[in-house]
């Protein structure tokens, strides 16, 4: 049984470029909800894909926008850089729309210099 | 004020101890309640879902007080392979809300 993946592991970037990221849902899911976790803090929502649309969305800029595909598998997108976007990405997936357990892929470390 | 408060700690206690985590969340809409163990650089994992009547896993008792807008996580006879983070998890909709994590720390 296959769980939450996502690409790549690690990645830097400079100040200003675009970036994009990459999961794959637990096998049987087709929910996507993307965190941003920033160190010593906890994971903090992003927004949430279901059937190929936005669901709902935390209190993150426009610079971040995504996608579900219909495999379920997703991509965040975050342009205009900042060093401040500095942290661990996390994809969570979960059966249905509604707050449901949700499982976390490994992560994707950005570093922003 | 924090959506969800916890304790950052660090708790230090000796391996077979009982050790209790709090919990308070302000956003009276949640739903759903979970308790999450992260390791050092790696995601979070869910360890239980919380209910108001209670539930037990093994070693592990989660507790929700919707009243109180309260929730506790016990661990008993603690084992070294217990140090970590513990999350604390509120969700309304859509959307989970994260404490920042209490650590613990569990030592021979």
């Known amino acids: 049984d296959a769980g939450v993946t996502q690409s790549p592991t690690h990645l830097i970037k400079t100040r200003g470029q675009q970036v994009t990221l990459r999961c794959s849902p637990k096998?049987?899911?087709?929910?996507v909800s993307w965190y941003q976790q920033a160190l010593g803090q906890g994971p903090q929502f992003i927004f949430q894909y279901y059937e190929e649309e936005e669901r709902q969305r935390g209190n993150f800029p426009d610079r971040f926008s995504g996608h579900q595909f219909p495999n379920y598998s997703s991509e965040l997108n975050v342009n205009a850089l900042l060093l401040g976007d500095s942290a661990l990405y996390l994809c969570a997936s979960s059966l249905g729309r509604g707050v449901y357990e949700q499982y976390f892929g490994p992560g994707t470390r950005l570093t922003v210099t | 004020r924090k959506e969800v408060e916890q304790d950052p700690g660090p708790f230090n206690v000796p391996e077979g101890a009982t050790v209790a985590f709090n919990c308070t969340y302000s956003n009276s809409a949640s739903q759903s309640f979970f308790w999450y163990r992260q390791d050092c650089r790696k995601e979070p994992k869910l360890l239980m879902s919380v209910y108001s009547s209670g539930n037990e896993d093994g070693r592990f008792t989660a507790q929700l007080n919707r009243a109180s807008q309260y929730i506790s996580l016990l661990i008993r006879d603690s084992k070294l392979s217990d140090s970590a983070t513990y999350l604390c998890v509120a969700g309304t909709a859509s959307k989970l809300t994260f404490g920042t994590g209490t650590r613990l720390q569990v030592t021979l």
């Open positions: 096998s049987g899911h087709d929910t």
